[in-house]
């Protein structure tokens, strides 16, 4: 990455999710410290610092080709391989092949639409805030699910799950809404994990290990042949 997008990714606009906290922050520099002092002043310049860090909202270039999926966040892929999505999203029990997105408090935290399509259902469930990269995380974390219907009618599911930090799910789109890939429906605050169902039939691009960005990372082809079985050749 050169110098010119590296600063462009550290100095990028903040969310207005993250505002709140910026806001507050500065608060707490200004006020805090005229009346406290000079620690409380660098304590909340320091805590505003990191919030617009942590909340930088970068512009991404999808690519052009509408037969994608692109990867919904930032991070580190921890988990590819088959699983049944939430029973919340209504998507049957049958395996599908899963992309678990593990985000560190260091990656971009938007969440971005991995295709084009209708969101048919947003479910949330409270839960519990376990290391968001192990694999249980899935069932047991506080988590919001969502359905995207495709336009050849196939689904999709997209999940936002907390983290051993995270205490905030974000998100800004609501059931029926139209989304174009790579385009933004939330975020997790401090630290999370994304995961993505594909539709039957279609098969990963993507390994263990590789490194995600949202709204350009390519995580699967959609253009294959319908009824591919799960884990077969494509």
């Known amino acids: 990455m050169s110098l010119v997008n590296s600063l462009s990714l550290v100095l990028a606009p903040p969310h207005p999710a993250g505002r709140p906290f910026i806001y507050g922050g500065a608060a707490v520099a200004l006020v805090g410290g005229l009346i ?5 002043f660098w304590l909340g310049a320091a805590f505003t610092a990191f919030c617009l860090y942590f909340f930088r909202d970068p512009k991404r ?32 029990a049958a395996p599908r092949w899963r992309v678990a ?6 990656d971009v935290h938007v969440n971005r639409s991995p295709v084009q399509g209708r969101i048919s259902r947003i479910s949330y469930r409270p839960g519990k805030f376990l290391d968001a990269s ?9 988590r919001n699910a969502l359905r995207f219907d495709l336009p050849d009618g196939r689904q999709l599911g997209c999940v936002q799950i907390a983290g051993l930090i995270a205490r905030r799910i974000v998100c800004n789109v609501n059931e029926g809404d139209q989304l174009l890939a790579g385009e933004r429906f939330g975020l997790i605050r401090f630290g999370s994990r994304t995961d993505v169902y594909l539709p039957e039939g279609v098969k990963p691009t993507v390994l263990v290990g590789q490194t995600m960005i ?19 050749t494509v």
């Open 101 to 106: 997105i593990f985000l560190s408090v260091m």
């Open 36 to 40: 406290f002092g000079a620690w409380l």
């Open 134 to 142: 192990v694999d249980k995380a899935s069932e047991e974390n506080e």
């Open 61 to 92: 270039v999808h690519p052009p080709v509408r037969d994608l999926v692109l990867a919904p966040a930032d991070g580190k892929v921890v988990l590819v391989g088959p699983a049944i999505p939430p029973v919340e999203l209504e998507m049957g």
């Open 214 to 232: 949202g709204g350009e990372t390519i995580l699967a082809d959609l253009a294959v042949p319908l009824g591919v079985a799960l884990g077969g």
